[in-house]
């Protein structure tokens, strides 16, 4: 396999990378190796992990690798991402297996085709029926993989909007060598999500319900990771999409719906296919720029709902925040601080941190941001977006149903909704990140019947468990007494263990039944 990158970095096929490191969007700290990314929530600097150099991929390695499956993609791309020296390219392999294996799909991933050219590619096979279960899976068997080497703990910190507490959950519940410490925000969250995440009854996952919005609730978040001798002092990191580890598993997702959607790659250039991208965080969206980036010949599109920031940043270079945030229907997208948007800005400025901790250090302080002239006009020939209102997502889920009696999830909506607008036939995959099964409310709304698998009905029945906290509360001095006071309980555990052999007792908060 032949690859270059800018700068001069060079891969062959065979094991993983020869030589990759990471650095901060801001510049302020040193580079790190996939291990040192995989296990920080944020940089020391406030600022993002991505790759020192991007792989660039020639023409004659995309068309072998078109005939690849979603798995095979996936372990093709981490190589490149991820030093064989780290975790050698067969334990890779089997670590990616391990990680899907749990998926219901036997292709992991499926591509329906559907009336008027609206090709829906489903990430949502995994078990809590989002698309966040496919990275998040496999980057719970590499700090696994790590951990266990090490023979380290780690303390997880994860805000949610719905989707990547389940997933996160999922990912390492009952693993003695992790806790994870999940916000989400109660009432933002439909009953499905919030019982994915508080009817998982382990030792080591704890749920709160915070009585505020998703950019609410990733404050305290932030705040415990600046503190950087608390955050070493108990190995804090983070799963969200600031995770390097989950953008490098969603580049897959672009290469194998361009491979899916591409009329023929017999022709020199290879042809264009639009990605329509339903984005909050815009994790998956900033996958996509550097799938572009690696030479896929994609055209990208970020579809969002009425929090409308990143659409308003492709268009006008605004990238500030509303007076207040919209609750929508596509729910897990009511975000109005995109932390991804750096990742892309970061990208487009040619790996400026110099210039990205000054727009970030201005957007933090002010909440408002004018992009640079130069930096909008490289965004804007990136990027195209669109904003769905709810009366959009409502017409787009009942057309679908009526030409396909195929039901899309309210997320998935807001990238059909664009499909729909769009006069020409051109090739086009709307990535959908989640089932409808999950949104009963949204499926009502538009005057359809929703379709509840055995699994989503048996939730509601289940004994619950989580952890209030109050509008006026502190939460990150509540948070970090809960860190605190669950390494104690670990620690006294593990003493009591080796002393006697006999079991400890569950360790946390509000039982709810």
Same mark, same amino acid.
């Given at each position: ?21 990471? *650095?901060? /969007?801001? @510049?302020? +700290? &040193?580079?790190?190796?996939? $291990? ?121 910190? *994860?805000? /949610?909007? @719905?989707? +990547? &507490?389940?997933?996160?959950? $999922? ?343």
């Amino acid at each position: 396999m032949s690859t270059s990158a800018k700068g001069g970095w060079a891969a062959s096929g065979g094991g993983g990378s020869a030589s990759m490191e990471y *650095v901060s /969007t801001r @510049g302020g +700290t &040193g580079t790190v190796d996939f $291990e040192g990314a995989l296990f920080s929530g944020y940089a020391p600097d406030q600022g993002l992990f991505m790759p020192q150099h991007i792989p660039l991929l020639d023409g004659d390695t995309l068309r072998r690798w078109s005939s690849l499956s979603y798995r095979e993609l996936v372990k093709e791309l981490c190589s490149l991402f991820i030093t064989a020296g780290l975790i050698p390219r067969s334990m890779l392999n089997d670590l990616i297996d391990r990680a899907f294996s749990r998926f219901r799909h036997k292709d992991v991933v499926h591509l329906s085709k559907l009336k008027d050219g609206l090709n829906v590619l489903e990430l949502w096979h995994g078990v809590t029926y989002a698309f966040k279960d496919l990275s998040l899976s496999c980057t719970g068997q590499f700090l696994q993989y790590f951990l266990e080497k090490k023979q380290k703990h780690v303390t997880i910190l *994860v805000g /949610t909007s @719905g989707d +990547t &507490g389940s997933s996160a959950i $999922e990912s390492v519940r009952g693993q003695k060598n992790m806790d994870i410490f999940v916000l989400l925000p109660k009432g933002f969250c439909t009953q499905i999500q919030e019982l994915q995440m508080t009817t998982v009854i382990e030792d080591n996952v704890h749920v709160f319900a915070a009585h505020g919005n998703s950019d609410e609730i990733d404050e305290p978040i932030k705040e415990l990771f600046a503190d950087v001798d608390f955050a070493r002092k108990y190995n804090l990191m983070s799963l969200n999409s600031v995770n390097w580890s989950r953008i490098m598993v969603q580049i897959a997702h672009h290469f194998y719906a361009y491979f899916q959607c591409a009329p023929s790659l017999d022709t020199t250039p290879l042809p264009v296919v639009e990605i329509v991208v339903p984005t909050g965080g815009g994790g998956n969206i900033t996958a996509g720029c550097i799938a572009q980036k690696m030479g896929l010949p994609i055209r990208l599109v970020a579809a969002v709902n009425s929090n409308d920031i990143i659409h308003r940043t492709v268009q006008h270079g605004d990238f500030s925040l509303s007076e207040s945030m919209k609750a929508t229907l596509a729910s897990a997208m009511d975000i109005q601080e995109p932390y991804n948007v750096e990742r892309i800005l970061w990208l487009l400025s040619g790996s400026d941190s110099h210039l990205i901790k000054t727009l970030m250090e201005r957007f933090s302080a002010s909440k408002s941001l004018t992009l640079p002239e130069d930096l909008h006009r490289k965004l804007s020939e990136t990027l195209r977006s669109c904003s769905a209102s709810d009366e959009d997502i409502v017409r787009a889920m009942q057309r679908c149903w009526e030409e396909n009696h195929y039901l899309l999830c309210p997320h998935s909506a807001v990238a059909a909704h664009y499909h729909y607008s769009q006069p020409d036939g051109a090739p086009r995959c709307c990535l959908a990140p989640a089932s409808a099964a999950k949104f009963q409310d949204a499926v009502l709304r538009a005057g359809l019947v929703p379709q509840l698998p055995p699994e989503i009905t048996a939730l509601t029945a289940m004994e619950t468990r989580s952890t209030p906290l109050d509008r006026g509360q502190d939460w990150a001095q509540a948070l970090r007494g809960w860190i605190e006071a669950m390494a104690q309980w670990r620690e006294a555990r593990g003493h009591c263990l080796a002393a006697s052999g006999q079991q400890g007792i569950t360790g946390q908060g509000v039982t709810q039944t």
